[in-house]
């Protein structure tokens, strides 16, 4: 059963909440451009499993989250409505450390959050985190979707990662038949996100101080690794760490391989919340 979140605007977020009894820490994931939070329904088990409680939510303009599917207004409501989620889980349990994870756009909504909140967490986590333009609209092809968005904001353009999201063939199939998943995505929401969005954060990567942990699949074919190693390079984080992990498409925690990546991230996650970390096995 999931819970309903009224944002200051009357959209409401679909929430999911996987709480230990005693939490030695708390994360929130932001998932993916096009997916929803129960995708991560293995990552919230796992996580669990090692006493770190789950709040995941369906981002807005997807999965069961109440607004438009497939259209945002403006890239930083993201980053706010991240910021109403945190309220509720330090309101639900104002003692426990809390930490961010993001994939992807998740990724992108989790780098706004850190330099838009600076001091709000203990930590985030970059899973192929899109804080760039992608190949697709990098240049004048960006630019051109903004020029073009002026007159055709609700130009309904299609969702074409599927193919290349893991190498785990049966991971693409039920991407593909998952009624939840976005199968097209208006104009506005892409040059949001992809275009000013990303621009945004370029302009503004040197403010980004949080605790971080970056990972990337080495074979990312949606957002280049070099995108992580940007990332690293840019920010001015005094405590921060990358992975890249050889021969892995974008979805990492969905690869085969995804129980050595959550032992990464959990340990890394007991360390700066400071507890002695020894049960989790791979």
Sequence with gaps: ????????????????????????????INHGFAEHCSRYDYVAKRLKEEN?????????????????????????DFAKDA?????????????????MLGH?????????????YPNRLEGQIFSGAAVRRVPQVEGFKGDLYRFINLFLPNMKVKNQLSKDICSVSKVV??????????TEATLNFYVQFLVKGTDWIEKNIEKYRCTCLITHGEKDKIVPKETAIYLYNSISSKDKEIKIYDDLY????????RDK?????????????????????I
């Design 83 to 99: 910021d109403e989620m945190v309220d509720l889980i330090k309101k639900e349990n104002p003692d426990t450390p809390l930490f």
């Design 173 to 182: 199939e039920e991407y593909e038949r998952d009624p939840m998943v976005l």
């Design 104 to 116: 992807s756009m998740g990724g992108f909504v989790t780098c706004l959050y850190g330099i838009q």
């Design 52 to 76: 770190i409680g789950v709040y995941r939510y369906d981002l807005r303009g997807h999965g069961r989250s109440q607004s438009k599917k497939g259209h945002i207004r403006d890239f930083m």
């Design 1 to 28: 059963m999931g819970n309903y979140l009224e944002c200051r605007d009357g959209t409401k977020l679909f929430y999911l909440k996987d709480i230990p009894k005693k939490p030695v820490a708390n994360i929130l």
């Design 250 to 257: 974008h979805e990492i925690l969905n690869e085969k391989e």
């Design 261 to 281: 990546i959550l032992f990464d991230m959990i340990n890394w996650l007991y360390k700066k919340a400071d507890i002695s970390f020894n049960s989790f096995s």
